[in-house]
Every structure is written in C-alpha cells, then in structure tokens.
C-alpha cells in the first residue's frame, strides 16, 4: 500500500515539475523576435554545429513531450543547460548575438524563480562544439601578428611576452570546476563512503544518509544528513557518530602528543681550544666571587 502511495507522490510531483518547465518554455516561445529561436532555419549555423542537444525550443518541447528531462535536479539542471545552450549557439557564431543575449536574460529570469542556481548554469551553457569556417579563420590568421608558446609564456614574434599565466589556487579546486550541485553531491557521498571503509566502517551504514550540497556565494557548503535529519557538517563528524576511529589522525595527534610532551635537556658546549677554556675559567671565577661576598654579607 505505502509503495502504491509513494508512486503517486512522485508521479504528481513529476507532472508539477512538467508543467512548470513547459510553462517556461511557453514564455521564452513568446518573447518577442524568437522566430530564429523556436526553429532552427539556419543552414550556416547548423553547418558550423556538431552534436546531439537541442537547436531550438520546437526541440525542448519534443525533449518534454518524451519525459527526457527526468524528476528532480538532474532535470532541472539539465533544461536549464538546454536553454542556454540554444542562446549562446547564436552568440557564439556571432549571429543575432544582441538578440540572443536579450532572450538569454529574460530565460535567466524565468529559471531563477525556480533557482538561482539554474539561472548560472543557463548563462555558462556551452553548445556544441562549433566549428569555424575557413573564410573566418584565413581572415583571423591574417590579421592576427605571429605568436608562440615557450613552456607556459605566449610571446610574440619578436619575443615579447603576451601572457603570464595565473598560478591555479589548488588541484582540487580545478577537478570540481564545472560540477553542477547534483554532481558535487555523488562526489561528496563517494568521499564518505571511502572514508568509512578507511576508518574500518562498511558501505551498509550509509544506506540511509544523504548529501546536500549549497552554493553560498562562489562558496559550496557540503551536508550531511542521518534518516533522522541529523545534520553534520564533515566527514569526520559522520565518522565519530558511527563510532569508527580515524586512524590516520589519531596517529598524527599521538605523535604530535608524544613531540610535546618530551623535554629536551640542551647539552652545554664543550670549549674548542685553549683560549676559551681560559675565558671560561675567569668566568667561573667571577661567579664565584660573587658568591662568595654575597655570602659574606647576608652573615
């Protein structure tokens, strides 16, 4: 009975979503001039393109009518994708460019009611692959001065140099580039799961924790959440709540322990020649004068 229930849920919220998307659809159809965007009747366009997304919103509609875009984010992300995509195809080719960022704009609009998450994707949508044409190329070619590359420096033909590339923040910082939210959070739910193995856990008590991941700005903040809605906010954290030990810190904190808690008696230098074994004997020789009438006058 629960599953017949839980199938009617998600086939109302599958309709709900539908309908949202196809009333996006309605308003980016009706926008005014989006003749060349409901219907791709460009042959130069199509002839510079290659791949499989959508051309134009008569094909976003199709995708619809098929159910292409399925329940939940992925859907989400992947229409928001599919729009942009159709707006920046003409950017890029330099085609109706005005036109197509105006349309752009308003579809960013439309999708940041929803969220503002898609409205990004929607904007940095790459299309596919365009290829330029050789008219174009001989003509950039000859305008362009002659230039080269010696290891990561760009210098010209009489060796200047053009650019200095920036120094990239971190590694990990270049792999999560270009992830979307759904993306970053089956990353993060694998980092988990390696996790808990490492500290000695097994794959079975994850089964009912999830990841949610939000962007803050250019910030993403990573979740974790236990079927009671327990939330933790690192790996760490989940680790210590399923009562598995972090082997790798607690050797880094016991020998660090260890480090601190042992006293090193600085050893006295040994004098190197003769004079210093003089200078060190008038030392020791004040000293203990000193001692001496200190003595003599505390009696």
Known sequence: MSEVVDHDIIEAKRKRQKKKMTKILSKAWGLDHADPFQEMEDDEIKALTTGNSPMDLTSIGHNLEKGVYQHGRKGWEQFACDLGGIYNRYIVCGKKAKLAKNHLNQVKELLSNIDAHLSDLAHNSKPDNIVSSSSSSNKQASNTPTKRKVGELLLDGNGTILHVPKKKNSKQQNRNHGLTLSQREEKAMKELMDHVINCGG????????????????????????????????????????????????????????????????????????SREVELEKKKLKRELDKLIKNHVKAS
């Open 202 to 273: 097994d794959e079975s008590q994850l089964n009912s924790f999830r990841c949610k991941v939000e962007q803050v700005g250019e910030r993403y903040q990573t979740a974790y959440y236990s079927e009671q809605g327990r939330k933790f906010k690192s790996v760490g954290e989940v680790s210590k709540f399923l009562n598995l030990s972090d082997d790798k810190s607690t050797s880094v904190n016991s020998a660090s322990n260890a480090a601190r808690d042992k006293t090193t008696i600085p050893s006295k230098r040994q004098p190197k020649n």
